[in-house]
């Protein structure tokens, strides 16, 4: 007997949609800003460390609610008024990044630190949204040389001790289907933006997360 269910159509009406580019961010050290509102009196301010052993990054820097994902870049050491410090995982410095490259090239993006379920309101999707993106991990400093196209040509082994790499996803404001020219130069314009060029101190990469 044949199947009579009529097949879904799609309307012809308007429709709302967005983008969520899941990407992994690669930049040279000088481009991070620390000890942005937390100088010391004595000057004193938040400094990059390298080299964080695994058995640390696996205990104090990864989300548990995302397995098999260990926190994979640099972290910020913080200190207080005793001199005391912390060693912290990233808070917002890799997306301030992004945030930046893309305000240059015209596009205003709103820098999260993380966003949960309730921070997803349709109000906050009026811009770009540069968030950070725990299910995608950092690919180590020694291995960014083999990410970067072109592979070996863009950044040196050499150099890539002074590079680091974060997961960080860039979330569209809504589009309209009406006006799909506005969506399409907006996405192309973020992701040129992210990859820059072989001058630039700073790219972007997807990998198997």
Not at 70 to 98: C, K, L, Q
Not at 190 to 195: D, E, L, P, Y
């Amino acid at each position: 007997m044949a199947n009579t269910t009529p097949e879904p159509k799609l309307g012809t009406e308007q429709l709302t949609f967005g983008a969520e580019l899941e990407f992994v961010f690669a930049f040279h050290e000088s481009q991070l800003t620390l000890g942005k509102n937390r100088h010391r009196s004595d000057g004193k301010d938040d400094e990059v460390v390298k080299n964080i052993p695994f058995d640390e990054r696996a205990r104090l820097f990864t989300n548990v609610e995302v397995p098999g994902h260990v926190y994979n870049s640099w972290g910020i050491r913080r200190f207080d008024e005793a001199d005391n410090f912390e060693d912290h995982p990233y808070s917002t410095e890799p997306m301030e990044i992004v945030g930046k490259i893309l305000g240059k090239n015209g596009i205003h993006a709103d820098v999260h630190d993380a966003m949960d379920i309730t921070d997803k309101t349709s109000d906050k999707y009026r811009e770009w949204i540069i968030t950070k993106d725990v299910s995608v991990c950092g690919v180590g400093s020694s291995n960014i040389p083999k990410w970067l196209e072109p592979e070996g040509y863009r950044l040196s082994s050499e150099a890539a001790g002074d590079w680091d790499s974060f997961g960080i996803e860039a979330v569209s404001p809504v589009f309209n289907t009406a006006a799909r020219d506005v969506a399409d130069a907006g996405i192309s314009g973020v992701i040129g933006g992210v990859k820059g060029t072989a001058a630039d101190p700073y790219g972007a990469f997807i990998t198997n997360q």
